[in-house]
């Protein structure tokens, strides 16, 4: 089996994270899949952002929550990374997914509801798959427990995962009770009797955030089945060196 790269927020090392030109990159690298974070704005559009508050990735203040979609959209979201990304938009969900279609790669969306529960937001963006059908190319991923369990309340066939940063015994078997399909661990977390654990309940395991090459190979040996990282292009060399049994 091997490990599936995924593009922490685009190719967010190189480009402003969340934004169509980390999207871009990622997919030009190569990344077999992008993870990127949902919000809904006061008009209940599902945008692509990862904090609550706009403060550090656009020339304003406030909650995503308290913009409309057409306010957010006018905004600046690539200066704070990098004058030549001046002017860089938040994008719709929508407008992923449109983009995101012809390509051949996974999406992995995850909904953040654990600071702010935005009502029927796991509805909306599940209308929005729908729309773009690509059910079957989708992983959603929160750490709030009753968004898992909702996704799958609306369709059981939704690949979805428990992402977690907290060491517990019975992790597995809390994930299992939501159905979920797999589990996301911060990378502290990851070891093999985890690995273990989790296979034996019939569980994936993916790993983030993973940027330097001796965690991406922790990754590959313990068989993750997807790492997150900001540096797909890294990681896809790194894999390359492991399959040809350079290990380091």
Not at 143 to 162: M, P
Not at 198 to 216: D, F
Request: glycine residues 4%; proline residues 2%.
């Amino acid at each position: 089996m091997k490990t599936l790269i995924f593009a922490h927020r685009g190719a967010s090392k190189y480009a402003p994270e969340n934004t169509m030109p980390a999207f871009e990159l990622a997919y030009q690298q190569g990344a077999e899949g992008i993870e990127t974070d949902v919000q809904l704005t006061k008009d209940h559009i599902p945008v692509l952002i990862h904090d609550e508050r706009i403060n550090r990735v656009t020339n304003k203040t406030g909650f995503v929550a308290d913009y409309t979609y057409d306010q957010l959209h006018t905004l600046d979201a690539g200066s704070w990374f990098s004058k030549k990304f001046a002017g860089t938009k938040i994008i719709s969900l929508d407008t992923f997914l449109h983009w995101a279609k012809p390509k051949n790669m996974l999406i992995n969306l995850e909904l953040k509801t654990n600071v702010i529960e935005y009502k029927g937001i796991e509805q909306l963006v599940y209308q929005l798959i729908k729309k773009y059908d690509m059910l079957n190319r989708i992983i959603l991923s929160s750490f709030n427990h009753e968004t898992i369990a909702r996704c799958k309340e609306i369709d059981s066939s939704l690949t979805t995962a428990f992402i977690t940063s907290t060491k517990r015994a019975d992790l597995a078997n809390f994930a299992n009770q939501l159905h979920a399909s797999g589990l996301h661990i911060k990378y502290r977390l990851l070891t093999r009797n985890q690995t273990k654990m989790a296979a034996e309940s019939n569980l994936y395991t993916g790993c983030y955030t993973v940027n330097r090459p001796h965690q991406m190979m922790r990754c590959f040996k313990l068989k993750c089945y997807n790492l997150f990282t900001d540096k797909p292009d890294l990681a896809l060399k790194t894999r390359k060196l492991y399959e040809d049994n350079i290990i380091y």
